[in-house]
Structures are given as C-alpha cells and as structure tokens.
C-alpha cells in the first residue's frame, strides 16, 4: 500500500461548482499535513496546512481526519485559474514531506 | 518569503555524461534540503536528504553513487547525475525547510532533464 494515495482523476467541473478531494495516508504517526498545488512542469506551491480542526483560506477548506487518516480540501466556486494538480503531503517525521501522486482538476466555462 | 534558486531549469544531455545541478537558498540558511524527482504524471519522489557537513540520507532505491549530493554549505546543495541514461530523463527538484520546526518547505523551480 502507498504511502499517501489521492485519486488521480482528472475531476472535469464547471465554472462555480464545488469539487471535493481526499487523500488517504497509511502512517498513524503522520505529523502534518499539507495541499499543494503543481501546475504543468512547476513547483509545487503550498495551497494550505490540514489542521484536525479543519481550515479554511477563502474558496478553500481542508480538514483532517485523524481516524480513519485521511485529510480533504473543498473547492467552493471553482474558477478556470484553479485548473491544476493538487497534491497532498504528509510529515512522516525528520521534516520528511511523502506526496500523493496528485489529483488533477480541470475547470471548464 | 523564502526564496529556493534551482539551476538550470531545463538541460539535454547526451547518454553517459553528468548533469549538475543546483540548489541555493537565497534568503535563509538551510541545514537539510531534500531531492526529489517526478515522472509524468507520478508523484514527487524523494530521492534523498541532503544534510550540511555530512553525507547525504538517500531512500531506498536510490543509488547514491549514480546520484551524487553534495551540501557544502548552509546555503548550497547539489545533484549531479553520473553517466546519464535515457531513463534518467525526469523533472528534479528540490526543497529546502526554514525554521527548527520543518514546517515551512520551499521549492526550487525544478530542473527538467531530458538525456538522449
């Protein structure tokens, strides 16, 4: 089993849905979690941290489920720009960063 | 913010020679950067840890005397790929943590290696 699974997709969405995404991690010990977004052939960027209280940033909500280890981030009003790959990140420790194999969104008109 | 340099972005090589590259903090001392290599459409993989002053912690699986890591100083890890073969042709990039508690990462801008 991997480490850190996501469904790869891709989600096909209109503009202004709301589009749902989980990722499964298989270490208990998992520190922290993280979503990342990659475009095409760049770095990842960091969309937002996973806090077991749940958080939101705007358009976006992620939230961790420590029980049954996996986290998800909410798209609200999805808009062509967030067209992109999203991918979890787990802290397994020693500062350590596993990443799914991402999921990737695409936004239509 | 923190800024991660990665040099160069994109690099053609011919089969059997070695491709250096490299990973600078440009604002901030990093003691432990990371290396990562993706495939199309697979995730980042780490490679390995690359620790100032000490040999490098590689993953299993990866060959450290193929993949050369060198962290000579607090702001400078490099990654050379020894006698490149075509499918070493991936996109590397690497990472570096700010501050003790490794929750801030940054990323270099990758390096997209094509080897014929």
């Known amino acids: 089993r991997k480490e850190v699974e996501q469904d790869p997709g891709p989600f096909n969405v209109p503009e202004g849905a709301t589009v749902a995404f989980n990722c499964t991690y298989s270490n208990s010990a998992s520190q922290s979690f993280f979503w990342y977004r990659q475009d095409c052939r760049k770095e990842p960027k960091l969309l937002m941290s996973?806090?077991?209280s749940g958080n939101e940033d705007g358009r976006f909500t992620a939230q961790l489920n420590r029980a049954s280890q996996y986290i998800s981030l909410l798209i609200r009003d999805s808009k062509l720009s967030d067209s992109a790959t999203y991918l979890c990140a787990v802290n397994t420790g020693f500062q350590k960063l596993v990443f799914g194999t991402g999921t990737r969104l695409l936004v239509s008109p | 913010g923190a800024v991660v340099s990665q040099h160069p972005s994109r690099v053609i090589c011919k089969s059997g020679t070695s491709v250096k590259i490299e990973c600078r903090s440009l604002?901030?001392?990093?003691?432990?950067m990371f290396w990562y290599r993706q495939f199309p459409k697979q995730s980042l993989m780490l490679m390995a840890t690359s620790n100032e002053g000490s040999k490098a912690t590689y993953e299993q699986g990866v060959e450290k005397d193929k993949f050369l890591i060198n962290h000579a100083s607090l702001t400078l890890s490099t990654l050379t790929v020894t006698s490149a073969h075509p499918e070493d042709s991936s996109f590397y990039i690497c990472?570096?943590?700010?501050?003790?508690?490794?929750?801030?990462?940054?990323f270099g801008s990758g390096t997209q290696l094509s080897v014929l």
């Open positions: 604002d901030f001392q990093a003691t432990t």
């Open positions: 996973v806090y077991s």
């Open positions: 990472s570096a943590t700010k501050g003790a508690g490794g929750e801030k990462l940054f």
